[in-house]
């Protein structure tokens, strides 16, 4: 089984940049994908942004495209998440997952999981 353990979370205020780190331990073997989700409080949990194994194909949520970057480095076993011109709006948990199955790619309706504990984003207005 694999361990995911998110960090880089903390308080900035908007305008701000913070990066975020996932890495993984245990049973890291294999092509998967990662992805990014965040949940607000009193929320649900969304989709924030998602990278294939070899860092080729990425999706990003319209909330944030052009403002997060997501990228991986697989000899670290990390995926990362750099956040610039964040917003009050970005507040939330946010949380790393990975693909329930082995992918290369990330094909619609790919399901995550493997979460890890989550790491709270705090945006002053």
């Known amino acids: 089984q694999v361990q995911l353990v998110e960090s880089g979370g903390g308080l900035v205020q908007a305008g701000g940049s913070l990066r975020l780190s996932c890495a993984a331990s245990?049973?890291?073997?294999?092509?998967?994908?990662t992805g990014w989700f965040r949940q607000a409080p009193g929320k649900e949990r969304d989709f924030v942004t998602a990278?294939?194994?070899?860092?080729?194909?990425?999706y990003y949520a319209d909330a944030v495209k052009g403002r997060f970057t997501i990228s991986r480095d697989n000899a670290k076993n990390t995926v990362y998440l750099q956040m610039n011109s964040l917003k009050p709006e970005d507040t939330a948990v946010y949380y790393c997952?990975?693909?329930?199955?082995?992918?290369?790619?990330?094909?619609?309706?790919?399901?995550?999981?493997?979460w890890g504990q989550g790491t709270q984003v705090t945006v002053s207005s």
């Open positions: 997952a990975r693909s329930s199955r082995p992918t290369s790619s990330i094909p619609p309706g790919t399901e995550f999981d493997s």
């Open positions: 245990g049973r890291t073997s294999g092509i998967y994908a």
């Open positions: 990278i294939n194994w070899s860092g080729g194909t990425k």
